[in-house]
């Protein structure tokens, strides 16, 4: 577990215990906590049961196991609906996947990382990292360059810093100078590419979704495979998919600041 959360005081530890936690995927036992974690044991044993009476974990006492509580299952939901671009892009998603035919991702930057918030599969889906909820590395994903390319270099800076630059292929980009020059041709074309950069033997191609002040939302991308279609023929959807994220961007702008009996009531009616 990183100490990330530590600079923030008491919240900022227990938050990042909650993250150690849901980092297992499995219930977890208070032991296995405490040899990953960097508090001592009277500290973890403290931050976990006020955890627990909160509702932000859950005990389970006949396996003496922990997991994240529903509490966190209520705020998750919240965010989703009021955070996540899912709820309005989902139409969108769906006509793009079907015209398509292949995997649609929809993402936001999390941080330094990329948050994948949907995704529909293609019609012969193909086994990959990303799926709904799953957090991944901004500096070789389409989804994450994409929104890294329009970033102002004030916000772009310090990502970049934060990037670990390990080689998961040999066409992953290693450092900060090589990822600032994929970017600047990112920015430039309109649109990113994953040339098999995270994943062998799979290629994307991305765009970002921009507000009117050309502020970052988040992402689209469609992804295949080398088996399936070349790089060239992926680009070649360039256009679908800005017309797509065009649209999803449309929506947020009265999403994100709703007429209280206008666009956000037809919204969640639809919903």
Same mark, same amino acid.
């Given at each position: ?6 600079? @923030?005081? /008491?919240?900022? !530890? ?26 001592? !044991?009277?500290?973890?044993? =403290? ?17 003496? +196991? ?7 299952? *209520? ?22 996947? $079907?015209?398509?035919?292949? /995997? ?5 930057? @999390? ?7 949907? !995704?529909?599969?293609?019609? !012969? ?14 500096? %070789? /994903? ?44 990112? =920015? ?6 994953? *040339? ?7 290629? %994307? ?20 495979? +080398? ?16 017309? $797509? ?18 666009? =956000? ?7």
């Amino acid at each position: 577990m990183t100490g990330g959360g530590t600079a @923030d005081g /008491t919240v900022g !530890k227990a938050l990042a215990v909650l993250d150690q936690v849901a980092a297992f995927g499995r219930p977890v036992r208070f032991g296995e906590l405490l040899a990953a974690s960097p508090f001592p !044991k009277a500290t973890l044993y =403290r931050f976990v049961q006020t955890l627990t009476s909160q509702g932000m974990l859950a005990f389970d006492p006949e396996r003496q +196991t922990y997991a994240p509580g529903l509490r966190l299952v *209520r705020l998750a939901h919240a965010a989703w609906e009021q955070s996540a671009l899912a709820p309005i892009a989902r139409d969108h998603l769906d006509a793009l996947s $079907a015209e398509l035919g292949e /995997t649609v991702h929809l993402a936001q930057l @999390d941080n330094a990382q990329v948050l994948y918030v949907d !995704k529909r599969n293609a019609a !012969k889906p193909v086994e990959m990292f990303s799926q709904a909820g799953k957090v991944g590395p901004a500096y %070789c /994903t389409g989804v994450g360059k994409a929104m890294l390319a329009f970033l102002p270099d004030a916000e772009l800076a310090p990502i970049l810093d934060q990037q670990s630059y390990h080689a998961f292929t040999p066409h992953t980009l290693t450092s900060a100078a090589q990822l600032r020059t994929d970017l600047e041709k990112t =920015r430039a074309r309109g649109y990113a590419l994953d *040339r098999e950069e995270h994943e062998p033997g799979i290629i %994307c191609v991305a765009l970002p979704i921009l507000s009117q002040t050309g502020r970052v939302l988040g992402a689209l991308s469609v992804t295949s495979t +080398t088996t399936r279609m070349s790089l060239a023929e992926l680009e070649g959807h360039a256009p679908l998919i800005g017309q $797509a994220a065009g649209r999803i961007a449309a929506e947020a702008e009265t999403w994100r600041f709703p007429d209280a009996t206008g666009p =956000r009531l037809q919204h969640e009616t639809r919903a």
